[in-house]
């Protein structure tokens, strides 16, 4: 955006554009105080989530992002192996969760099926 103003103030020569180039040169100035107060606000926003200065960030983010990218190709190692997707903690307590409930509404069945049976033969 700063670079399409400076581009129009360098665009507007002459006598008749004194105006307009002042115009563009306030702009200028106000979009580079917009953008110093950006950054300042970023580095804040960085402080606050421990890191030193936004390099720092960046170096843990680019640290990040190449693991996450090992672990997607040890990933699809794994799958080209195995076959199928390793199953996570959480789903393997869902399932089980959900055996659970399955077994416990078939006893529940079984049981109102052997009430039924006792009161039919008394």
Known sequence: MIFGVKNKLSDSKGIFKVKRRSELSSEIAGLEKRIANMKAHL????????????????????QAKGAYSDYLTSLQKWEQQ????????????KAKAQEAKERQSEKEYRQNKDREALEMII
């Open 43 to 62: 580095s804040g926003i960085v402080r606050e989530y421990g890191f030193k200065n936004v390099e720092a960030f960046y170096k843990a983010l680019h």
């Open 82 to 93: 195995y076959g199928e997707k390793p199953q996570s903690l959480h789903d393997k307590l």
